[in-house]
């Protein structure tokens, strides 16, 4: 005899459930939850708080200074981790870690693989690798410089920043580009809309990192935006680009409530 259908579908719920489940280990679904991974550095000079690429430009100017971190492939997600907070940890290594110590860093860049080399004998920053390589200045405030690639632990944590949510504008004619910065909650943004006027609410596009844009005229109207986040969060900072804006300038709107 056929089982009742009502018995059917509950039966199959969990795994319907589980088949749209997409974890992410950059996600802020990580928040508070311990993971392993390891850690480097490089020396950084000046010059390397500008540029990234998350396309956040001068790290100083725009708050992050050098309590930054570039994430490996399997942790960059395409961009899509840019923003986001990390609080790291060194363990294991009773020689090199300073016990006790954590620092709370910013994706701001991608740690390139080398596929010249294999994932466990050079290539740290390699697929399925979870690697965060950090300004030295970071690094020291958990370990000795000796230590080289060490072990560590890592989890999302919130990001707390000072003032709004800043919109860097750029472009040309149809083309319209906006940088997205000093973001605080999860740190990151997963997706963008625009609205004008003259137009009703348009999605952008990933340009690359947190730069995003549409192709579009824009000019001579203020100007909306409604951003969302890896923690389901919505915000929307209305006719936060003033109808006299210039291309090449910043403008500050709301800040997600933590």
């Known amino acids: 005899m056929a089982p009742p259908l009502l018995l059917v579908l509950l039966l199959l719920l969990p795994a319907l459930a589980a088949g749209h489940q997409h974890p992410s280990s950059s996600g802020s679904s990580a928040l508070s939850e311990w993971r392993p991974a390891k850690a480097s550095y490089y020396a950084a000079d000046p010059e390397d708080a500008i540029g990234g690429a998350c396309g956040f430009g001068d790290l100083g100017k725009h708050g992050y200074g050098m309590a930054t971190v570039g994430l490996s492939t399997a942790l960059f997600d395409r961009g899509a981790a840019c923003g986001g907070c990390y609080e790291v940890r060194c363990v294991e290594d009773l020689k090199y870690c300073l016990p006790g110590t954590s620092i709370v860093v910013t994706a701001t860049n991608f740690c390139a693989p080398n596929y010249g080399l294999p994932a466990d004998a050079g290539g740290h920053c390699n697929p399925p690798n979870h690697h965060f390589l950090l300004p030295i200045q970071a690094f020291e405030k958990i370990a000795l410089w000796k230590a080289g690639v060490m072990p560590i632990q890592y989890r999302r944590v919130k990001c707390l920043r000072e003032g709004g949510v800043r ?57 909306s935006f409604e951003l969302s986040s890896s923690d389901g969060k919505a915000l929307t900072s209305f006719n936060v680009v003033p109808k006299d804006w210039e291309y090449g300038k910043t403008y500050t709107g709301k800040q997600f409530l933590l």
């Open 167 to 223: 919109f860097s504008v750029n472009g040309r004619h149809f083309f319209f580009t906006v940088l997205i910065s000093n973001v605080g909650g999860a740190g990151d943004v997963r997706s963008v809309k625009i609205k004008g006027t003259e137009s009703g609410w348009l999605s952008m596009g990933r340009n690359w990192g947190q730069v995003w844009h549409i192709n579009c005229d824009m000019r001579g109207q203020p100007l």
